[in-house]
């Protein structure tokens, strides 16, 4: 069994994937964390145990681990507790992991391991060219060329983020549930802050997408995954597919190019591993 991470700054997303058998890659779990940076190796093996127990699924049975961090600050705590209740070294996504993805930007050792993921997933799933959204803590949009190769993209303040930054910053304004508005002419302080939040975030979407489309050509296909993606995708104009799992996709393909290419993270032998 392969045990998958995707570390955001708000959630972590862990998943389960079969190695061998029938249902080789097929997604077997998902469960869905708070991200907490004082959470303590024991804390995550606790809990992860627990979640695969529950799934009938036994420590022994997981014969590889792969993580997308964009938390750097507990990488170490992921690797501890991997090493510690697992005897498995992660692969972590970073510079030097082979991932078939050619990365075409200023600085490639600064894009984010999640956006790598996506783009892998997307490109296998969908080819190219293709522009994925992934609606997390902030909005990002990955462009994958026609050659399967990451052109760069773009990073937008999310929802939440923007819905936070008005209750903090404006002192009569509440916070508010993210949904589709009713109506677009809001009658009460609530319907104005939802009706403002979600159509604009929508504006802003399709507006970064037009214009990257009229770069990369009509055949473009925009993917979204996260969150919101669902929310959003109902009123995009450009928004053809929705994946929810498209990141974890993309992290057991990397995984499994790592292992056929026999660049596996080798296994910890410690008497002290659970």
Same mark, same amino acid.
């Given at each position: 069994?392969?045990?998958?991470? *995707?570390? /955001?700054?708000? *959630?972590?997303?862990?998943a389960?994937?079969?190695?061998?058998?029938?249902?080789?890659?097929e997604?077997r779990?998902?469960?869905?964390?708070?991200?907490? !940076?004082?959470?303590? #190796?024991?804390?995550? &093996?606790?809990?992860?145990?627990?979640?695969?127990?529950?799934e009938?699924?036994?420590?022994?049975?997981i014969t590889?681990?792969?993580?997308?961090?964009?938390?750097?600050?507990?990488?170490?705590?992921?690797?501890?507790?991997?090493?510690?209740?697992?005897n498995?070294?992660?692969?972590?996504?970073?510079?030097?992991?082979? @991932?078939? =993805?050619?990365?075409?930007?200023? *600085?490639?050792?600064?894009v984010?391991?999640?956006?790598?993921?996506?783009?892998? &997933?997307?490109? !296998?799933?969908?080819?190219?060219?293709?522009?994925?959204?992934?609606f997390?803590?902030?909005?990002?949009f990955?462009?994958?060329?026609?050659?399967?190769e990451? =052109?760069?993209?773009?990073?937008?303040?999310?929802?939440n983020?923007?819905?936070?930054?008005?209750f903090?910053?404006?002192?009569?304004?509440?916070?508010?549930?993210?949904?589709?508005p009713?109506?677009?002419?809001?009658?009460n @302080?609530?319907?104005?802050?939802?009706i403002?939040?979600?159509?604009? !975030?929508?504006?802003l979407v399709?507006g970064?997408?037009?214009r990257?489309?009229?770069?990369?050509?009509?055949?473009?296909?925009?993917?979204? @995954?996260?969150?919101?993606?669902?929310?959003?995708?109902?009123?995009?104009?450009?928004?053809?597919e929705?994946?929810?799992?498209?990141?974890?996709?993309?992290?057991?393909?990397?995984?499994?190019? /790592?292992? #056929?290419s026999?660049v596996?993270?080798?296994?910890?032998?410690?008497?002290?591993?659970?």
């Open positions: 069994m392969l045990l998958v991470l *995707n570390v /955001n700054n708000t *959630n972590t997303v862990i389960l994937y079969p190695l061998q058998g029938e249902l080789a890659g997604l779990a998902t469960w869905r964390i708070s991200t907490r !940076h004082a959470q303590t #190796a024991d804390e995550y &093996g606790i809990l992860i145990r627990n979640l695969l127990q529950i009938g699924v036994e420590s022994k049975a590889g681990i792969v993580i997308a961090s964009v938390v750097p600050p507990i990488d170490w705590i992921l690797r501890q507790f991997c090493e510690r209740y697992f498995q070294k992660p692969l972590f996504i970073e510079p030097g992991v082979k @991932t078939g =993805l050619q990365i075409l930007t200023d *600085n490639p050792g600064e984010g391991a999640d956006r790598v993921a996506n783009c892998v &997933g997307a490109f !296998h799933l969908y080819g190219g060219p293709c522009i994925v959204v992934d997390g803590t902030a909005t990002n990955d462009v994958v060329s026609s050659q399967g990451f =052109l760069g993209g773009a990073i937008a303040p999310g929802m983020i923007s819905a936070e930054a008005l903090s910053r404006a002192a009569r304004l509440p916070r508010v549930e993210i949904k589709r009713p109506k677009v002419i809001g009658t @302080t609530i319907d104005n802050l939802q403002g939040l979600f159509y604009g !975030h929508i504006g399709d970064i997408l037009n990257m489309i009229d770069e990369l050509g009509s055949g473009t296909k925009c993917v979204a @995954t996260g969150g919101l993606a669902r929310l959003i995708a109902s009123e995009s104009k450009y928004i053809s929705v994946n929810d799992t498209l990141t974890l996709e993309g992290l057991r393909i990397i995984y499994e190019r /790592n292992l #056929a026999g596996r993270p080798r296994t910890r032998k410690s008497p002290a591993a659970k």
